[in-house]
């Protein structure tokens, strides 16, 4: 089909269902129903039955199972407070361990073009070491790079080690 013919078959549609829209509307704001007048017709109203209500009572019981767990409670019974003696704790005063920590020399970083970490060394006990940043050697973390210092951790004992010049 044309896309004219379309159209107008559209807009022909359009217009008829508003019109049914609009004669509605029209028609239900202005329309005068009377009640007719019927002398025979006696209304008959008892207020009395209008508002008579009954008081409905309930005996409600104590529900004894859980309605979540499908479990029976059962009633505790009340805690009696006894005395309880008090035990001494037998506490060893012991010093804090002191780790004795191995000679360590601070000689600098390299970094590569590529990479990203630098690669330290240290000299630890007269041992040259290569270290990245964050990785162990020897129960010895190494925590912290800077230029001229190092903060390494050895049993949670932090220590700042100084470049050698």
């Avoid at 940043?133 to 220590?159: A, P, T």
Wanted: zero cysteines.
């Amino acid at each position: 089909m044309n896309k004219k013919v379309i159209n107008s078959i559209l807009i022909s549609f359009t217009v008829i269902i508003w019109a049914l829209v609009s004669y509605k509307v029209f028609k239900y704001f202005n329309s005068d129903t009377q009640i007719p007048d019927n002398s025979n017709t006696i209304l008959i109203s008892d207020s009395s039955s209008l508002f008579n209500f009954s008081k409905d009572t309930f005996d409600l019981k104590k529900v004894h199972r859980d309605p979540f767990l499908g479990e029976i409670n059962s009633t505790r019974e009340p805690k009696i407070n006894t005395v309880l003696q008090s035990r001494s704790k037998n506490t060893k005063n012991s010093k804090p361990i002191r780790y004795v920590w191995p000679k360590l020399n601070y000689y600098g970083y390299v970094k590569g073009v590529n990479s990203s970490s630098e690669l330290i060394l240290i000299k630890i006990d007269n041992k040259l070491r290569k270290i990245r940043e964050g990785k162990q050697l020897e129960g010895i973390v190494l925590k912290k790079v800077y230029r001229d210092s190092i903060i390494v951790m050895m049993n949670k004992e932090l220590k700042t080690i100084v470049k050698s010049r």
